[in-house]
């Protein structure tokens, strides 16, 4: 079955950089679309970086645009999301998921999203 595993969350200190990592198996990964979203206590999950399966085609929100970015090695299964400048704001539960559509529309919207990591928690005090 499709496996999602993120890595790379902790404690920092604002305006220090983390870079997430999510191995996947269990898919044909070059031909996969991937996203990571976050959500923080009290708020709704938010799309915060995606890619299409032909890197080219990429998403990005206006809160992380210029700090953050995506990207992803098939030969490793694996993709990242460097995350720089980190503010407080940032806070969250960091996700990572697939989409075996290669479709390269509606990046950030959750449910296009069939396969989920379990979260890796970043947390950024001031």
């Known amino acids: 079955q499709v496996r999602l595993v993120e890595s790379g969350g902790g404690v920092v200190q604002a305006g220090d950089s983390l870079r997430l990592s999510c191995a996947a198996s269990g898919l044909q990964f070059s031909a996969t679309a991937m996203g990571w979203f976050r959500q923080a206590p009290g708020k709704e999950r938010e799309s915060v970086a995606a890619?299409?399966?032909?890197?080219?085609?990429?998403y990005y929100s206006d809160s992380v645009k210029g700090r953050f970015t995506i990207s992803r090695d098939n030969a490793k299964n694996t993709m990242y999301l460097q995350m720089n400048s980190l503010k407080p704001e940032d806070t969250a539960a960091y996700y990572c998921?697939?989409?075996?559509?290669?479709?390269?529309?509606?990046?950030?919207?959750?449910?296009?999203?069939?396969?989920w990591g379990q979260g890796t928690q970043v947390t950024v005090s001031s």
């Open positions: 890619m299409a399966w032909n890197t080219r085609s990429t």
């Open positions: 998921a697939a989409d075996r559509s290669t479709l390269t529309e509606n990046l950030s919207r959750a449910n296009r999203y069939a396969f």
